[in-house]
């Protein structure tokens, strides 16, 4: 159950409208990076979630993105309230609203157009939100650490709009919202670290041959670094050149097929096989052969 209070979570203050800021806040609303794309991440994992600690979690900070998404669907409306209307109404010349809606060089028309200046599910570019935008795989010690660079991603997004507006009533909501992100990856980062062990995530272990194996496979000015020396979770790296089948095969794709199908499969192959020796005429040949000479 869902009880809404109309009150924001964190109050909105716009200094005046600006249209093409509230096209790029959509990236924050109907974005891959998002707080609907957030709130249904989280929303999905929790209904699948076994564990009551994490259930609570996600169901709370899931039910807290929809806070979010509503702060940034108030700005963006905020933004282009004058706008609306006008374009509602039709009070201005054709050519005076167009350029109210173009200024500075956005789009904002667009959406102005299509969706007569509301907070429509799209990002910053038009795009529709998708379902696509969810990378649940259902196993917590993937989805946490999926999390937790959701929330690195939205808070560098909201950092980027910071820096892109002088309006310090914009500014302080969305410092707000981005340190809200900060808060959710610390607690996605206790609930993974609550999970013992958590690496590798699944259940599989790992081959051990291959596990600590750093294969040097872009040569030229090769680095190290803690990514490929010295004590790793599973053990100690090792650093080898890349050669073709490190399982000590032979490195080619075989299957074992059954004789019926076997006789197919050759026959197929027979019929289809290329004749080193021939050399047709081809529609490339005839298209050169009446190609004008140069002078």
Do not use: C
Not at 61 to 88: D, F, P, Y
């Amino acid at each position: 159950m869902f009880v809404h209070n109309k009150r924001l979570q964190y109050t909105v203050r716009v200094a005046a409208p600006n249209p093409g800021l509230a096209n790029l806040m959509l990236e924050q609303f109907g974005g891959a990076q998002g707080e609907l794309s957030a709130a249904m991440r989280y929303f999905t994992q929790a209904v699948t979630e076994e564990d009551a600690g994490r259930k609570d979690m996600l169901y709370d900070i899931a039910t807290e993105e929809l806070s979010h998404l509503e702060i940034i669907g108030s700005i963006i409306v905020m933004l282009n309230k004058g706008g609306r209307g006008q374009l509602a109404e039709g009070v201005q010349q054709e050519g005076e609203l167009y350029r109210s809606l173009t200024g500075a060089g956005n789009d904002s028309h667009i959406t102005s157009l299509l969706y007569g200046g509301g907070a429509a599910l799209v990002n910053s570019g038009g795009v529709p939100w998708t379902a696509s935008y969810i990378d649940t795989i259902g196993e917590p010690t993937s989805d946490l650490r999926s999390n937790i660079a959701a929330e690195a991603r939205a808070k560098i997004v909201y950092e980027r709009l910071i820096n892109v507006t002088d309006d310090p009533g914009i500014k302080d909501a969305l410092n707000f919202l981005m340190t809200r992100e900060i808060a959710h990856q610390m607690s996605f980062e206790k609930a993974l670290h609550a999970i013992q062990p958590n690496f590798p995530q699944g259940k599989l272990p790992g081959k051990p041959e291959f596990a600590s194996v750093y294969y040097n496979m872009s040569q030229g000015n090769d680095m190290t670094g803690p990514w490929n020396t010295g004590d790793n979770p599973v053990g100690t790296w090792e650093i080898r050149e890349a050669t073709p089948a490190v399982d000590g095969g032979d490195g080619l794709a075989t299957v074992d097929l059954p004789s019926q199908d076997l006789e197919v499969v050759e026959a197929m192959k027979l019929r289809t096989a290329s004749n080193p020796e021939a050399d047709p005429m081809t529609g490339a040949d005839l298209g050169k052969l009446g190609a004008a000479k140069p002078l």
